[in-house]
T-cell receptor, first 113, second 114 residues
């Protein structure tokens, strides 16, 4: 079945790097996503990676994909207090007209000044 | 930048009442979705909609739920007789065309059932 797992909590100091990990089960996923949710707000798409890529870098964000282990990570360089939020990993499941997203339970990132 | 909008931002209702949650997807998008997030839990898929019909629905999306695209811009989720356990944040999402296009989410409607 479809399942996405994440660790629940990560605490870092401002200026350090944060690494948020995610594992997924559906080997046929075409895209994997990272969404950010600030308190009381909606889901903001941060970045995504196509399943035939190993790495994607976008400014302070680096996504690494290990397809063999079905492991995805999000590295945030030079973490700032404004990065404090919940980060959701999601995989697209199904093709064609569905393409629903399956989300992990979210990792709360706490950035200490 | 185009965005998905949702109204209301917060809806309080009594158990057994009907509610309609409204969404305006991005204008050139063709695929529409509803998700929900019970407080402190995962975001869960409810339903996907394309070409004026449901393309997939989850186990959560039972006969109490329905979706509609009544005109060219709105996409609605109706809950006929709300239950306490329907209290959650409901997110609408849309994507443009291909399965490789990303989904964009609205800010959500917080539904509180008393």
């Amino acid at each position: 079945g479809e399942d996405v797992e994440q660790s629940l909590f990560l605490s870092v100091r401002e200026g350090d790097s944060s690494v948020i990990n995610c594992t997924y089960t559906d080997s046929s996923s075409t895209y994997l996503y990272w969404y950010k949710q600030e308190p009381g707000a909606g889901l903001q798409l941060l970045t995504y990676i196509f399943s035939n890529m190993d790495m994607k870098q976008d400014q302070r964000l680096t996504v690494l994909l290990n397809k063999k282990d079905k492991h995805l990570s999000l590295r945030i360089a030079d973490t700032q207090t404004g990065d404090s939020a919940i980060y959701f990993c999601a995989e697209s499941y199904g093709s064609g007209n569905t393409g629903k997203l399956i989300f992990g339970q979210g990792t709360t990132l706490q950035v200490k000044p | 930048e185009p965005e998905v909008t949702q109204t209301p931002s917060h809806q309080v209702t009594q158990m057994g009442q009907e509610v309609i949650l409204r969404c305006v997807p991005i204008s050139n998008h063709l695929y529409f979705y509803w998700y929900r997030q019970i407080l402190g839990q995962k975001v869960e898929f409810l339903v996907s909609f394309y070409n004026n019909e449901i393309s997939e629905k989850s186990e959560i999306f039972d006969d109490q739920f329905s979706v509609e695209r009544p005109d060219g811009s709105n996409f609605t989720l109706k809950i006929r007789s709300t239950k306490l356990e329907d209290s959650a944040m409901y997110f609408c999402a849309s994507r443009r065309l291909a399965s490789t296009d990303t989904q964009y989410f609205g800010p959500g409607t917080r539904l509180t059932v008393l």
